[in-house]
């Protein structure tokens, strides 16, 4: 096996298996009041984790980033389609882009 | 069928979001004079964006192999708690071979919509999620190998904003509906600048500061929001 091939398997793997483990084994298994909120508050945090601070460096142009991110969150904040959140942000640091 | 169609729809704003980063991830490989055979393969057995331009880069820098795949698990592992919280979420009694066949496809992205769906998560749905996630991945990554297919570069940066509006657009209309999340929500914005503010004097790669700040918030938050008795206020 070539050392590159060798790569791609081992970053499979350990990627895979985090992904795996918990899905596969926890149901089942009764975890304490105090974890199951822990996890149900981990997509919140996760997501928040990501959006800040990685936002800002998304565009190549911190100002543009923010303008994307007050669109997207005024589309959100209103009940609109995901994809309509989605494009509304993009072409919001497209036009500013052109401006700015 | 229905959950499963429903599943690729939900899918769309991410395939918007991954085929300008598919194709610029090929592009980059094949610059680093990485083949095409495996730059696809990478992105056919990893399937983690951020961990597979890590890579490229750290390969053109001449990192041994043993590295690469080490700085691979810290980035990814994020997907460990991702999976747990998933795990609370969908529907009882899934068979184990096919609960390991939709842990594959756990990404950031994959784990937002199924996260914060409203209903029990069905496997038939997140098939579809994962599915054509992973398909715009592929796929996207092949094109930018080959080339010819990249964006104009004023459109490629807008790009680069859409997978962070998806994240806000999911988390938003979450928020609006439950006090608790939006102050665990303040929270991590909180610990989360002050760790990237810490790591600019320690030293603290971006896997470990998204695993650290999101296990610290939610902490934070079980510990308000369980009371002594152990039971949930939530």
Redesign the interface.
């Known amino acids: 096996m070539s050392e590159k091939i060798l790569l791609v398997v081992g970053m499979a793997a350990v990627t895979y298996g985090p992904r795996m483990l918990p899905l596969v084994f926890l149901p089942g298994i009764r975890l304490s009041p105090f974890l199951e909120i822990f996890l149900k508050f981990v997509p919140v945090t996760v997501l928040t984790a990501l959006i800040v601070p990685g936002i800002f460096n998304s565009t190549g142009q911190p100002l543009t980033a923010v303008i994307g991110a007050g669109v997207a969150f005024i589309l959100a904040f209103k009940d609109q389609n995901l994809i309509l959140v989605v494009l509304g942000a993009i072409f919001s640091v497209f036009l500013s882009g052109l401006i700015l | 069928m229905e959950e499963f169609k429903n599943g690729i729809k939900a899918a ?2 991410i395939a ?2 991954y085929i300008p980063i598919a194709l610029t991830f090929g592009l980059l490989a094949k610059s680093n004079e ?2 095409f055979y ?1 730059t696809t ?2 992105s056919l ?4 964006g951020a ?2 331009f890590v ?1 490229v880069n750290l ?1 053109a820098l001449g990192t041994g ?1 043993g590295e ?3 700085t ?2 810290i980035l ?13 979420k ?1 529907a ?1 009694n ?1 068979d ?1 071979k096919l ?2 066949l ?3 496809g ?1 990404t ?1 992205e994959t ?2 919509i199924a ?2 769906k409203k209903n029990e998560l069905k496997p038939a749905f997140m098939l579809g999620l994962n599915l054509l996630s992973y398909l715009a991945w592929v796929v996207g990554t092949a094109a930018g190998h080959r080339g010819g297919a990249v964006l104009p570069d ?2 490629q ?6 997978l ?13 509906e439950s006090s608790s ?1 939006t102050i ?2 303040l929270i ?2 909180i ?3 002050i760790f ?1 503010f810490l790591s600019k004097y320690i030293s603290l790669s971006e896997g470990w ?2 695993i650290i ?2 296990i610290i ?3 934070i ?2 510990l308000i ?2 009371d002594k008795g ?3 206020r ?1």
């Open positions: 769309i704003p918007i979001g990485i083949s495996i393969l990478m057995l990893v399937f983690a961990s597979q890579a390969l192999t690469i795949i080490l691979t698990f990814n592992f994020r997907h460990f708690l991702m999976s747990a919280s998933l795990s609370q969908m009882e899934i184990k609960l390991s939709l842990a594959f756990i950031d784990f937002s996260s914060l004023s459109l940066s807008s790009m680069g904003i859409a962070y509006a998806m994240f806000i657009g999911l988390l938003v209309p979450s928020l609006k999340e665990v929500a991590t914005v610990v989360s600048l990237y500061r998204i700040v999101t918030s939610a902490f938050g079980a929001y369980s152990g039971r949930s939530v």
